[in-house]
């Protein structure tokens, strides 16, 4: 997740690689458990930073990029994020209902 929300590496730029992160969301990750297959990941926010994210497609994009990285370990079946504590900080700025 740190390595994430660095943003693409030079190469990864020129191959191609893209999305919502950069250097400006390096740093912004506080806390992952995992409990009974889920992660819960909380972030300090970074809303303002990216705030276009929270457009539908953009929403899609930035799920799917936190998605697969969590999810990417055998042990994480889904993720739960949060900005500072809060579920719904996170979900409402991506127009999402806030996960239980």
């Known amino acids: 997740m740190r390595a994430l ?3 693409p590496t030079a190469a990864e730029q020129r191959a191609g690689y893209g999305g919502w992160f950069s250097t400006r ?3 912004k990750l506080r806390s992952v458990r995992i409990n009974a ?3 819960f990941i909380d972030f300090a926010d970074f809303s303002r930073i990216i705030p276009n ?3 539908s497609c953009g929403s899609s994009l930035l799920l799917a990029q936190l998605n697969r990285t969590a999810t990417q370990f055998p042990t994480v079946r889904r993720a739960i994020y949060s900005f500072n504590g809060s579920r719904r900080a996170f979900y409402e700025w991506l127009q999402y209902s806030t996960p239980q």
């Open 53 to 55: 994210a929270s457009s």
């Open 37 to 39: 297959g889920t992660a």
């Open 5 to 7: 929300l660095k943003g």
């Open 25 to 27: 969301t390096a740093g």
